[in-house]
């Protein structure tokens, strides 16, 4: 069975700081991994993905992430963060997308 | 590109009758289309898989016969409550596939369901 842990429920952080969400995951054979953002009330839009090939991955708004095999890991990051990155971000591996439970961003001024 | 359409965004019912939500990929065939529930503050829960042409898979634990879905055509797919009640209500999403497993899930906007 395939998991995903995001142990943070939010993650605070000052506009232009750099920002981390966190992600753990457990899976057999290699991994579809992927993050998407939820603004509130709506579906979710799709961040990034990696499947294979550089370790670290550049995707929407500003957004990365690094896939670490030995820590089985997938951070997002952003060099510098925005208000309006204020939203709710997940997680999720497989092909039919298990998710885990959530990161509430909040950016401050 | 890859625009998938989910209506109504919001529907209030009351306990007994049925509510049909409808998800449309706008801009590009989907063979497969997938519905997730989400409860208020957590994350998103698979309820079924659903395959243009052929009946939908359902995970573990949710009643087929009361989360009817039907994908009819290759940019239509269809959520139907049936005789709802309070404990149904949530926030439905339907997501649809470009192409491969390995291809990002592109999502609806999510159905508010209440059901007084």
């Known amino acids: 069975a395939q998991s995903v842990a995001q142990p943070e429920d939010q993650v605070n952080v000052a506009e232009g700081n750099p920002l981390t969400v966190k992600c753990t995951y457990s899976?057999?054979?290699?991994?579809?991994l992927f993050w998407y953002v939820q603004y509130p009330n709506r579906g979710l839009q799709f961040l990034l993905k990696y499947i294979t090939g550089d370790n670290l991955v550049k995707g929407s708004y500003g957004f990365e992430a690094e896939f670490n095999k030995s820590q089985t890991s997938f951070h997002l990051k952003k060099p510098s963060a925005l208000v309006s990155d204020s939203a709710l971000y997940f997680c999720?591996?497989?092909?039919?997308?298990?998710f885990g439970t959530g990161t509430r961003l909040q950016v401050t001024l | 590109g890859a625009v998938v359409s989910q209506h109504p965004s919001w529907v209030i019912c009351k306990s007994g009758t049925s509510v049909k939500i409808e998800c449309r990929s706008l801009d590009f065939q989907a063979t497969t289309m997938f519905w997730y529930r989400q409860f208020p503050k957590q994350s998103l829960m698979l309820m079924a898989t659903?395959?243009?042409?052929?009946?939908?898979?359902?995970e573990q634990g949710v009643e087929k016969d009361k989360f009817l879905i039907n994908h009819a055509s290759l940019t239509l797919s269809t959520l139907t409550v049936t005789s709802a009640h309070p404990e149904d209500s949530s926030f439905y999403i339907c997501?649809?596939?470009?192409?491969?497993?390995?291809?990002?899930?592109?999502f609806g906007n999510g159905t508010r369901l209440t059901v007084t």
């Open positions: 899976v057999s054979g290699n991994p579809y």
């Open positions: 999720a591996v497989g092909s039919k997308l298990t």
């Open positions: 659903s395959n243009e042409g052929s009946k939908a898979t359902y």
């Open positions: 997501s649809a596939r470009t192409g491969t497993g390995s291809s990002p899930l592109h």
